[in-house]
């Protein structure tokens, strides 16, 4: 039976969570990969979603922290694996990669503001990097985290507290992330290096 509201056909979670699944999984199997055009399906879809779940941090188990953030595991439906994000007020995740996946950063709760990098060259563990964008993001609002560009970012809570769902959609290996310092600005571009730490 299709539910509608405001004439608008919706979705429970978990419905949300198999369509992901099966577009997922044709995305990682296709020769050619769109993934922008992938990762503005999922957008769209999750609009739909009358139940995104939010996990209580103080009764949860939470996987992984830093300064002022953690998360814990709210979908694991592979290729598909999503996280609740909570921040607190005035927290920055720091910049970081998406190694063999993408994303989908959507917001629950607060505002946050994104800056997205471009890899321009690499020397090591040397980067030099160029600013794709920056945007806040509101409630209901998402950015996405593509394959090539604008694959490094940051997250930085601007409204006393934030809740994040973000969807991983994992081509290879776990989906792990590297802390990249941003050190110096060079006209239009930053030097960064990786600090060696996992996100």
Excluded: C
Excluded at 9 to 32: C, H, R, Y
Excluded at 41 to 52: H, P, S
């Amino acid at each position: 039976m299709s539910l509608y509201m405001n004439g608008l056909q919706v979705m429970d979670f978990e419905s949300f969570v198999k369509q992901a699944t099966i577009l997922a999984q044709g995305l990682i199997n296709s020769p050619a990969p769109n993934d922008i055009e992938y990762l503005n399906n999922l957008d769209e879809i999750l609009k739909r979603v009358i139940d995104i779940p939010k996990t209580n941090p103080k009764n949860s188990t939470i996987k992984k922290g830093g300064d002022g953030w953690n998360w814990s595991t709210v979908v694991d439906s592979m290729p598909i694996y999503g996280i609740q994000l909570n921040m607190t007020a005035g927290s920055s995740l720091p910049a970081h990669d998406h190694r063999g996946y993408i994303g989908l950063v959507h917001v629950l709760d607060g505002q946050v503001k994104v800056t997205s990098y471009d890899q321009e060259s690499a020397v090591s563990d040397d980067l030099v990097l160029s600013k794709i964008s920056e945007k806040i993001l509101n409630p209901g609002e998402s950015t996405f985290v593509p394959l090539k560009s604008a694959n490094i970012h940051t997250i930085q809570d601007v409204a006393g507290g934030s809740t994040l769902l973000d969807l991983l959609t994992i081509f290879s290996g776990n989906g792990d992330s590297y802390e990249i310092e941003i050190k110096n600005q060079l006209g239009d571009h930053y030097q960064a290096s990786f600090t060696g730490s996992k996100i």
